[in-house]
């Protein structure tokens, strides 16, 4: 929990008249309502961000904090739009010195869904009120924070745990696998689109949560890992997601042990770690292959031979 909030007014927001449509009391309220949950969430999920990167900066948490800059980064991208005027956005102060880790990633997570559930919420009720100017720059605050990089940032919290086994086929299961590999493989149709990737990546996370018996489970925490090696370049959280792999299905057939060699000898230059993994890769694929010579060949240079 918490400790120590709290409320103060901050950041004046000046913005376009009410809505046309919104002319009775009860419209009017509810619209009001909706906005300033929209600012709140917003402001406090920032001001978060800049505590968390600070408290990691002080302690030295240097991966942390990268996740921290990068996500605090995607937020600074985002096209925020003022809906209604004569609102302030209302700062939750917290007392830092009172505060642990886990109080403000807890902070961060709680602003950052009610931001997005708010501006879905937003974006309905401009839509069926067919404001279409409003709805549009709501659409488009949502549509650019769903885009961002996003972290779960305590212990291991990013990923589920290693004790999961995908033993049962489910066929819902199994269909929305085939929609979320469909959707990833949009994701780079032409360049990478930020936006269909963490669409992706929150699909099969929760395809992993809804169903975590499923025999499809260890396939999508491949495609989760492959989604951050290809379209992030987020390594050590790929790593995390292809030991789940590994942890969940010691005898898969996905080529898990290759991909991570290949993240450590060329993105993480650790050759003495990638060599291990080359040598375990090489029952991943059929004797006389062309991928297993390779293999080897790669395995013999970094030997020295």
């Given amino acids: 929990m918490l400790r120590k909030m709290l409320p103060v007014v901050a950041l004046m927001v000046v913005v376009t008249a009410p809505s046309a449509w919104a002319q009775d009391a009860s419209s009017r309220t509810a619209l009001t309502d909706l906005v300033q949950r929209v600012i709140d969430a917003r402001l406090n999920y920032g001001e978060n961000l800049h505590r968390l990167v600070e408290y990691y900066r002080k302690t030295g948490d240097t991966q942390r904090a990268a996740w921290v800059r990068r996500e605090l980064k995607d937020f600074r991208d985002i096209h925020e739009y003022d809906y209604l005027r004569d609102l302030k956005a209302r700062l939750i102060v917290m007392d830092l010195a009172a505060c642990g880790e886990s109080d403000i990633v807890e902070a961060l ?54 004790g999961l086994q995908p033993i049962d086929q489910i066929s819902n299961a199994d269909q929305q696998y085939a929609q979320l590999l469909a959707l990833k493989k949009d994701s780079r149709r032409f360049g990478v689109n930020r936006y269909k990737t963490q669409l ?57 042990n290759y991909r991570i060699a290949l993240i450590y000898d060329k993105y993480l230059v650790n050759r003495l770690v990638a060599l291990n993994y080359y040598q375990r890769s090489l029952n991943e694929f059929p004797r006389g292959s062309s991928q297993r010579k390779r293999i080897q060949e790669r395995i013999n240079r970094l030997r020295g031979k």
Avoid: M
């Fill in 109 to 162: 997570l709680e602003y950052r869904r009610d931001y997005r559930l708010s501006l879905e919420s937003l974006v309905e009720v401009l839509s069926a009120a067919k404001e279409v100017s409003l709805w549009r720059h709501a659409k488009r605050e949502l549509k650019d924070l769903i885009s961002a990089n996003k972290y779960l940032y305590l212990r291991d919290a990013d990923t589920p745990t290693p």
């Fill in 200 to 256: 992706a990546l929150e699909g099969f996370r929760r395809l992993i949560g809804d169903y975590p018996t499923s025999d499809k489970i260890d396939d999508a925490a491949f495609q989760i890992a492959e989604l951050c090696t290809d379209n992030l370049k987020d390594y050590q959280r790929a790593i995390r997601w292809y030991e789940c792999v590994l942890a969940w299905d010691p005898q898969t057939q996905l080529p898990v």
